[in-house]
């Protein structure tokens, strides 16, 4: 079976990695954000895996477990504040709750 | 009976510091006689152990003397071998021994003289814990065998000083006075720490053996610096030129205290210290060439000055500041024998001086201006008589105690080839006898009584017994050194065996009569001016008062050091206090708070609230991260595969 390059796992990691930021920087809603930034983590995992298997060091597979489980705790914190502010605000637009600023 | 004396050889010291902690714990419960009692005491038995442990040691030959110079350990300062070892032993050598007798000795009979002219005082107890905390620190002075605790001593009795100049502290011109005492004399504490710097940088010790004993070895020029700088010290002790001013100012304490402290005994501290540390002005000619000069400047300096002033103790002040010029001129010739028994004789006369003018001073209500005296003679038969024989003494006339003296340090500053200070000290020799006696004439002779306070001639039996024992020491003090019999050269031929320049006198026939021929020519003129035509004084005073104000005012050097000193430090004061601090001091933090909150402005700015916002930031910071990262570890070849 021919060995996929490095390289071409890489770009598709700074691809994905790109498309969550301009995600996350162009969406106003929330749960959009949210996912944009499930695809930053992805990205991230890519990498770790791509690196893992290349050199043949299982420590990238086991980071990226790791960072699934973090991943998962961020998201369902970040969907509690989510559904609090909806709750009182009947609204999820980020910019509208730029009121919280210190 | 001698080991007994040996063995408590340390009690001379430490009886009056218990006597001052007694006093000064215990007063306040006894009786105010109790503390006199007590005062008198500590000092009287160290006087008594003095002489016997005197008695001991001056017989002895030369080689036996010097075992016992450090015999007595008491303790160490500092113990850290190799480096520096500084121990405390006391030190029983004929010129610490001759000091310590006067110390004890003249020291008792004020004690003793102060119950009587301190009864009045609301401190008495005060009084009596102060002198003899003095005692005890001026024992330390001259016990100490090594520069360190010579120092302690020295401060100690500038603290004393301060605190009996002080002693009237209700009276701002007292404290002031005090203030001033205690700056000078700061000055010169100074001066001696440097030089123990300079010894232990050369020598690596402050003790007296280890920098006597070879002091040529660290070469000519270091030694006259440390020679110098100890008489810095010398100076601002002992009131001579230039720091002279504060002691007759120090005139403000009561006049038991002029007498001991700023007569008899601290004021020859710098004497001590000069023949004490004669190994090294015998090896640093230019060093003892300055001490010489200062002593004979200081003694014509003072002299004049003391022709004009009114008021009783400051005369007599001016004439201590004038002897002390002898002895600093004796030592500094290498006439240190001379110079120690000129300390001998003067303090005799001279506490006798003080405690006769207190004696008149008591009886006429605290009075000392000599304008508001006259015709007291018959009113205080005893004070006047007494008086006269201190002025006698001091002025050198024939057989009384100064005139051996001071014929002794004239003999050895002509011997040792100083012709202009030898003219100094020669002028300055009739000047004491001229403004001795015009003191005699003016306070007890001259007309009718001009003072308001009414005579009270009650001084009681306190007063006057140590005033008839100075009166005695005044008249037979002098007779130690007779021609062919130098007793005083003798007994401290053991400290003084390595001083390059025979010690005992030698009596040149032709000066002593010369000085004696000028005394009396003084003695003369005095009875002149103020006795026999007044006018005459009125006369000089009318032609000559530019020369009257600028001796008045004692060379205005009060008022250029005021010009040099206060007034530019004051000055520099206000500027700091109005301007430095305001503009600088307070501005400095202030500006600081608003750089703070500038700052926090600014990044307060960046807290929108938009999540995109900080999302942005971040990914740009990260960015930049990435770069500076890249761009720095990895310089040209960036991104360069491991």
């Given at each position: 079976?021919?060995?996929?390059?490095?390289?071409?796992?890489?770009e598709?990691?700074?691809?994905?990695f790109?498309i969550?930021?301009?995600?996350?920087?162009?969406?106003?809603?929330?749960?959009?954000?949210?996912?944009a930034?499930e695809?930053?983590?992805?990205?991230?995992?890519?990498?770790?895996?791509?690196?893992?298997?290349?050199?043949i060091?299982?420590?990238?597979?086991?980071?990226?477990?790791?960072?699934?489980?973090?991943a998962?705790?961020?998201?369902?914190i970040?969907?509690?504040?989510?559904?609090?502010?909806?709750?009182?605000?009947?609204?999820?637009?980020?910019?509208?709750?730029?009121?919280?600023r210190? | 009976?001698?080991?007994?004396?040996?063995?408590?050889?340390?009690?001379?010291?430490?009886?009056?510091l218990?006597?001052?902690a007694?006093?000064?714990l215990?007063?306040?419960?006894?009786h105010r006689?109790?503390?006199?009692?007590?005062g008198?005491?500590?000092?009287?038995?160290?006087?008594?152990?003095?002489?016997?442990?005197?008695f001991?040691?001056?017989?002895l030959?030369?080689?036996?003397?010097?075992?016992?110079?450090?015999?007595h350990?008491?303790?160490?300062?500092?113990?850290?071998?190799?480096?520096?070892?500084?121990?405390?032993?006391?030190?029983l050598?004929?010129?610490?021994?001759?000091?310590?007798?006067?110390?004890?000795?003249?020291?008792?009979?004020?004690?003793?003289?102060s119950?009587?002219?301190?009864?009045?005082?609301?401190?008495?107890r005060?009084f009596f814990?102060?002198?003899n905390?003095?005692?005890?620190?001026?024992?330390?002075?001259?016990?100490?065998?090594?520069?360190?605790w010579?120092?302690?001593?020295w401060g100690?009795?500038?603290?004393?000083?301060?605190?009996l100049?002080?002693?009237?502290?209700?009276?701002?011109?007292?404290?002031?006075?005090?203030?001033?005492?205690?700056?000078?004399?700061?000055?010169?504490?100074?001066?001696?720490?440097?030089?123990?710097?300079?010894?232990?940088?050369?020598?690596?010790?402050v003790?007296?053996?280890?920098v006597?004993?070879?002091?040529?070895?660290?070469?000519?020029?270091?030694?006259?610096?440390?020679g110098?700088?100890?008489?810095?010290?010398?100076?601002?002790k002992s009131?001579q030129?230039?720091?002279?001013?504060?002691l007759?100012?120090?005139?403000e304490?009561?006049?038991?205290?002029?007498?001991?402290?700023?007569?008899?005994?601290?004021?020859?501290?710098?004497?001590?210290l000069?023949?004490r540390?004669?190994?090294?002005?015998?090896?640093?000619?230019?060093?003892?060439?300055?001490?010489?000069?200062?002593?004979g400047?200081?003694?014509i300096?003072?002299?004049?000055?003391?022709?004009?002033?009114?008021?009783?103790?400051?005369?007599?002040?001016?004439?201590?500041?004038?002897q002390?010029?002898?002895?600093?001129?004796?030592?500094?010739?290498?006439a240190?024998?001379?110079?120690?028994?000129?300390?001998?004789?003067?303090?005799?006369?001279?506490?006798?001086?003080?405690?006769?003018?207190g004696?008149?001073?008591?009886?006429i209500g605290?009075?000392?201006?000599?304008?508001?005296?006259?015709g007291l003679?018959?009113?205080?038969?005893?004070?006047?008589?007494?008086?006269?024989?201190?002025?006698?003494?001091?002025?050198?006339?024939?057989?009384f105690?100064?005139f051996?003296?001071?014929?002794?340090?004239?003999?050895a500053v002509?011997?040792?080839?100083?012709?202009?200070?030898?003219?100094?000290?020669?002028?300055?020799?009739?000047?004491?006898?001229?403004?001795?006696?015009?003191?005699?004439?003016?306070?007890?002779?001259?007309?009718?009584?001009r003072?308001t306070?009414?005579?009270?001639?009650?001084?009681?039996?306190?007063?006057?017994?140590?005033?008839?024992?100075?009166?005695?020491?005044?008249?037979?003090?002098?007779?130690?050194?007779?021609?062919?019999?130098d007793?005083?050269?003798?007994m401290?031929?053991?400290?003084?065996?390595?001083?390059?320049?025979p010690?005992?006198?030698?009596?040149?026939?032709?000066?002593?009569?010369?000085?004696?021929?000028?005394?009396l020519a003084?003695?003369?003129?005095?009875?002149?001016?103020y006795?026999?035509r007044?006018?005459?004084?009125?006369?000089?005073?009318?032609?000559?008062?530019g020369?009257?104000?600028l001796?008045?005012?004692?060379?205005?050097?009060?008022?250029?050091?005021?010009?040099l000193?206060?007034?530019?430090?004051?000055?520099?004061?206000l500027?700091?206090?109005?301007?430095?601090?305001?503009?600088?001091?307070t501005?400095?933090?202030?500006?600081?708070v608003?750089?703070?909150?500038?700052?926090?402005?600014?990044?307060?700015?960046?807290?929108?609230?938009?999540?995109?916002?900080y999302?942005l930031?971040?990914?740009?910071?990260?960015?930049?991260?990435l770069?500076?990262?890249?761009?720095?570890?990895?310089?040209?070849?960036?991104?360069?595969?491991?």
């Amino acid at each position: 079976m021919p060995q996929v390059p490095l390289n071409l796992y890489l770009e598709l990691s700074a691809v994905l990695f790109i498309i969550g930021v301009i995600g996350f920087l162009l969406r106003r809603n929330p749960i959009t954000m949210l996912m944009a930034i499930e695809l930053m983590w992805n990205a991230g995992n890519l990498a770790f895996v791509a690196f893992a298997r290349n050199y043949i060091d299982m420590s990238g597979q086991v980071f990226a477990f790791f960072v699934i489980t973090v991943a998962a705790a961020e998201a369902a914190i970040a969907l509690a504040i989510v559904v609090m502010v909806f709750r009182r605000r009947e609204n999820a637009d980020v910019d509208d709750i730029s009121i919280m600023r210190g | 009976m001698a080991n007994f004396f040996l063995s408590a050889a340390p009690l001379i010291l430490f009886f009056p510091l218990i006597g001052a902690a007694t006093i000064a714990l215990f007063g306040p419960y006894v009786h105010r006689s109790a503390s006199a009692f007590i005062g008198c005491l500590s000092v009287g038995l160290s006087f008594l152990l003095t002489v016997g442990v005197a008695f001991v040691i001056l017989p002895l030959p030369l080689a036996q003397q010097a075992q016992f110079d450090h015999s007595h350990f008491v303790g160490y300062w500092a113990h850290i071998p190799p480096y520096l070892i500084i121990s405390f032993r006391l030190l029983l050598d004929p010129l610490a021994l001759l000091w310590m007798l006067i110390i004890t000795g003249v020291g008792l009979l004020i004690h003793v003289y102060s119950v009587g002219y301190m009864a009045e005082s609301k401190n008495y107890r005060t009084f009596f814990s102060y002198m003899n905390l003095f005692v005890f620190m001026m024992l330390l002075l001259v016990m100490s065998d090594n520069f360190l605790w010579l120092l302690v001593g020295w401060g100690g009795v500038g603290l004393a000083s301060y605190l009996l100049i002080g002693f009237d502290y209700e009276r701002p011109i007292a404290v002031l006075a005090a203030r001033k005492a205690l700056i000078m004399n700061v000055i010169g504490d100074v001066g001696i720490m440097i030089a123990m710097f300079l010894m232990y940088a050369h020598f690596g010790s402050v003790s007296f053996q280890n920098v006597f004993n070879n002091p040529a070895q660290i070469g000519t020029s270091a030694l006259s610096w440390i020679g110098i700088w100890l008489l810095v010290g010398a100076v601002a002790k002992s009131a001579q030129l230039p720091l002279q001013t504060w002691l007759p100012d120090a005139m403000e304490g009561p006049t038991p205290v002029s007498a001991l402290i700023h007569a008899a005994t601290m004021v020859t501290a710098g004497v001590y210290l000069i023949a004490r540390a004669h190994p090294i002005y015998d090896n640093a000619p230019l060093a003892a060439e300055i001490v010489a000069i200062v002593g004979g400047v200081t003694a014509i300096f003072a002299a004049t000055i003391g022709c004009v002033q009114y008021d009783i103790k400051r005369v007599l002040a001016y004439s201590t500041m004038s002897q002390i010029g002898y002895m600093i001129l004796a030592v500094g010739v290498g006439a240190y024998a001379a110079g120690a028994f000129h300390f001998m004789t003067h303090a005799f006369f001279k506490a006798l001086l003080f405690m006769a003018a207190g004696l008149v001073i008591h009886a006429i209500g605290g009075e000392q201006d000599i304008r508001k005296m006259g015709g007291l003679a018959s009113k205080l038969p005893f004070a006047f008589w007494t008086f006269l024989i201190g002025a006698i003494a001091i002025s050198g006339i024939f057989p009384f105690a100064g005139f051996f003296s001071k014929d002794d340090v004239l003999d050895a500053v002509l011997t040792f080839h100083h012709p202009v200070l030898f003219v100094c000290v020669l002028v300055a020799a009739g000047l004491t006898a001229f403004y001795m006696f015009r003191l005699v004439f003016l306070t007890f002779l001259t007309g009718p009584y001009r003072g308001t306070h009414e005579v009270h001639a009650d001084a009681d039996r306190t007063m006057t017994v140590p005033v008839a024992i100075l009166a005695v020491l005044s008249v037979v003090g002098g007779w130690f050194v007779l021609p062919h019999h130098d007793a005083i050269a003798a007994m401290l031929r053991g400290s003084f065996s390595d001083a390059p320049l025979p010690q005992a006198a030698e009596f040149n026939v032709g000066l002593t009569f010369g000085v004696l021929a000028l005394a009396l020519a003084g003695i003369a003129f005095a009875w002149a001016a103020y006795q026999w035509r007044p006018q005459i004084a009125t006369a000089l005073h009318r032609s000559l008062s530019g020369l009257h104000d600028l001796l008045f005012n004692a060379y205005y050097v009060d008022v250029l050091y005021d010009w040099l000193f206060q007034r530019p430090t004051y000055a520099l004061a206000l500027w700091l206090r109005d301007t430095f601090e305001v503009d600088a001091i307070t501005a400095l933090p202030a500006a600081g708070v608003r750089l703070g909150a500038a700052l926090g402005e600014l990044a307060n700015r960046w807290e929108t609230g938009y999540l995109r916002r900080y999302g942005l930031t971040f990914v740009v910071g990260a960015a930049l991260l990435l770069f500076l990262y890249l761009f720095l570890s990895h310089g040209s070849a960036a991104g360069a595969a491991p």
